[in-house]
C-alpha cells in the first residue's frame, strides 16, 4: 500500500489543510482520500496530522507494508531520526527547547510499526501521489473559506 500525504498553510500560522491519498497497487485503480481542515495552525501540524490520519485509517492493516510519501524533510526526519532521542531527553531538544508538536509526534510514534516505511519525495515534482495529496490539502482550506463565505452572504 502506497499513501501520499500533504499538508498546507495559508499564513504560518493561519488556517490549515492537510490531505492524503492511498494507492493499492493490487487493485489498479482503487483510490482513498481523505482531508481536513484547521483553522489556526502551522505547516508542519499539517503535514504530521496528514500522516496520523492515514495511519489511523489503515492501523488494523498488518498483513502488507504500507509506504508513507511525505515531501516534508521536518516529518520525515522527525519520525526516522529526532525522536529517538526526544524521547529519551524527555522531549527537549538538542538546543533544550521543548520539541514543537509534541503532541502529535507522540501520537505518530504510537502509530508506527515495523510495516510502516517512511519515504520522503520530493514536492511539486509532477508525482500524481504528491500532487493529488498537496491538491486535498489545500481543497480543505479553499472549502472552508467558501463555507463562511456563504454563510455571511
Not at 498537496?134 to 472552508?144: F, S
Amino acid at each position: 500500500m502506497h499513501i501520499y500525504t500533504d499538508g498546507s498553510c495559508h499564513g504560518n500560522p493561519g488556517p490549515g489543510g492537510w490531505g492524503f491519498c492511498c494507492l493499492d497497487e493490487e487493485n489498479r485503480g482503487v483510490r482513498c482520500e481523505l482531508n481536513g481542515f484547521e483553522n489556526n495552525t502551522t505547516n508542519n501540524r499539517m503535514e504530521l496530522m496528514a500522516i496520523i490520519k492515514s495511519l489511523q485509517m489503515f492501523k488494523d492493516h498488518h498483513e502488507s507494508t504500507i509506504y508513507i510519501y511525505t515531501d516534508s524533510m521536518y516529518a520525515m526526519k522527525g519520525i526516522t531520526q529526532w525522536i529517538h532521542k526526544w524521547k529519551k531527553n524527555n522531549w527537549i531538544t538538542s538546543t533544550k527547547e521543548p520539541v514543537k508538536n509534541r503532541d502529535l509526534w507522540m501520537e505518530l510514534d504510537a502509530l508506527m510499526g515495523d510495516h510502516i516505511k517512511m519515504q520522503w519525495c520530493k514536492g511539486h515534482d509532477n508525482n500524481p501521489g504528491n500532487e493529488r495529496a498537496d491538491y486535498l490539502a489545500n481543497l480543505a482550506i479553499e472549502n472552508n473559506f467558501q463555507d463562511k463565505k456563504n454563510k455571511y452572504k
